[in-house]
């Protein structure tokens, strides 16, 4: 099963055991002076040993504090960094993956939060789109020198032990802004002409060949396309891809530039897969190995842009976040098991709005101390019962049972769920249903039993005498106090949803514009 998909692969002299790559994602688990930290060896170690075949640690800062990109990002602008480091390629490596560091530089994008009332520089005095700052062109000179932090970076990479390094030229940072015309009006040899665009990081993938060694793999995160009226088109990334084929690069991986954030940090509604037509378009112009990614969720799915030739690995991010063992449920055949990323993008509000650690609606132990994410057998196992079939309840079944436990679990509908069957019923939310999916398969592995349409009282409680009862029994809707609300023309929306009914001709007035309220009016629309 999934024969292409386990297959070896090679990036330069690299040789993956598979060809699954864990996606570079901010955790923001590092010290905040820019030091490996154990919860940032933890995460990246659980998913080496989850059967990735290469790991690309995330968003590493080659230059501080005009490179910093985040709240705890980790940095390897300095040799001092480099035992810690160490660490985390050693971890990996003992997980039995590959190591890569991304290489990265916001340029115009780092946020002011993190640069410590420095002006963020870029290669042209563009004023940046979110709120209009104008950025400190970088001279000719200061060109020449990040190039060369660029090439210092991977050598620390490369004595830290790690196997390879990626080159973060899309999202809008600093090597896209080089490469975008709308970003770099530059009168020199950097700017202008493709040619002159591509100098940038043609000379930072030539420099670490040269100084770090030709064996010494160079991916990039290459912009395909900027999704901006006037930026890069397919066509261009196509011409750069080519290029960098030319000046040593050792595989790409595509994605989106300047204007698509809202396209990469995808909500649930977009399908699997929308994005690897990038990959697809590059591979046509490459030789060299092009890497997928964009919402890869499930190992079919996976396999199937394999074998059709679209891409030669793929880069799991978010999937990987929700279930680190993805691969090795994958090769097992138990597609079942993997507890599949519904794209509800808790973790970019984590990251990207609060600068909070990373975290996860669907995994708990993500972003957490390793000590908390231990679950102990119980040295005495008890007898629980738990009433309500919701998340909540699916969930404390689960691990009460992974504790040991034996766990009863009594729902009063015929169905496991509770308000996510609800929550799944408007446009763009069936990917709710792949919670109570999981659940449905994982309790009775576990020897939950599962009793359903039986409604729980006290005295059904006292009856069966469990040693621990673990009440789930969900929220009430918030029902505010209006007169006439309690109408037969009034309906709450989850009644509506849950009933899925349906109206024709009619007209409604909807009291709450939050998310429910949003979700409600396009069912019915």
């Given at each position: ?80 960094f480099i035992p810690g480091l160490r660490r ?389 809707p918030a029902i505010p106090d209006i007169p ?36 409600t009016a396009a069912y019915l629309a």
């Amino acid at each position: 099963m999934f024969q292409t998909l386990f297959e070896p692969g090679s990036i330069g002299k690299m040789t993956l055991k598979n060809r699954i790559i864990m996606a570079p994602i901010s955790t923001n688990l590092a010290g905040g002076d820019g030091t490996v930290s154990d919860e940032l060896i933890f995460h990246y170690a659980e998913r080496a040993r989850g059967g990735v075949g290469l790991i690309t640690v995330e968003n590493v800062c080659l230059a501080y504090p005009l490179a910093c990109h985040g709240a705890a990002q980790p940095r390897i602008d300095d040799d001092a960094f480099i035992p810690g480091l160490r660490r985390l390629a050693d971890a990996i490596h003992q997980g039995g993956a590959k190591a890569a560091a991304e290489l990265t530089h916001p340029g115009m994008s780092a946020g002011l939060r993190y640069i410590r009332g420095e002006t963020p520089v870029a290669p042209s005095a563009v004023p940046r789109p979110k709120d209009g700052l104008v950025p400190r062109a970088l001279s000719h000179t200061e060109v020449v020198e990040v190039v060369g932090q660029y090439v210092q970076a991977a050598r620390r990479a490369y004595e830290a032990g790690f196997d390879a390094v990626e080159l973060q030229a899309c999202h809008g940072l600093l090597i896209n802004q080089f490469l975008s015309p709308l970003t770099n009006k530059r009168q020199d040899e950097y700017g202008g002409s493709r040619e002159n665009r591509a100098r940038f990081l043609v000379e930072i993938v030539a420099g670490i060949k040269r100084h770090v060694g030709s064996d010494f793999p160079v991916m990039v995160r290459l912009v395909a396309e900027d999704m901006l009226e006037g930026g890069l088109t397919l066509e261009d990334g196509r011409w750069f891809a080519r290029r960098l084929e030319e000046a040593g690069a050792d595989a790409i991986h595509p994605d989106f530039g300047l204007g698509g954030k809202e396209k990469r940090l995808e909500p649930m509604p977009y399908p699997q897969a929308w994005r690897v037509y990038l990959a697809a378009e590059i591979k046509k112009a490459v030789s060299i190995p092009v890497i997928a990614v964009g919402v890869i969720r499930e190992p079919r799915v996976a396999e199937e842009i394999l074998e059709a030739g679209k891409a030669d690995f793929v880069a799991l991010g978010r999937a990987l976040i929700a279930d680190p063992d993805w691969p090795n449920k994958a090769r097992a055949g138990e597609e079942q098991a993997i507890r599949r990323c519904i794209g509800c993008n808790e973790c970019v509000m984590a990251r990207h709005v609060e600068d909070a650690p990373l975290r996860c609606s669907l995994n708990a132990t993500v972003g957490r101390k390793p000590e908390a994410c231990r679950l102990e057998r119980a040295k005495t196992p008890k007898r629980v019962l738990i009433i309500g079939g919701g998340p909540a309840g699916m969930e404390a079944a689960r691990v009460a049972a992974l504790r040991g436990h034996r766990v009863a679990l009594y729902e009063r509908e015929t169905h496991l769920g509770g308000m996510l069957n609800v929550a799944a019923v408007p446009p763009g939310k069936e990917k709710l249903n792949w919670i109570t999916e999981y659940f449905a398969h994982e309790l009775p592995r576990l020897g939950v039993e599962i009793h359903l349409g039986e409604a729980m009282d006290a005295e059904r409680v006292r009856a069966l005498n469990p040693d621990v009862v673990i009440v789930a029994t969900g929220s009430e809707p918030a029902i505010p106090d209006i007169p006439g609300v309690d109408g037969p023309n009034v309906l709450v929306a989850q009644e509506l949803l849950a009933r899925r009914m349906r109206f024709t001709g009619q007209r409604f007035a909807l009291v709450g514009g939050g998310m429910l309220g949003l979700e409600t009016a396009a069912y019915l629309a």
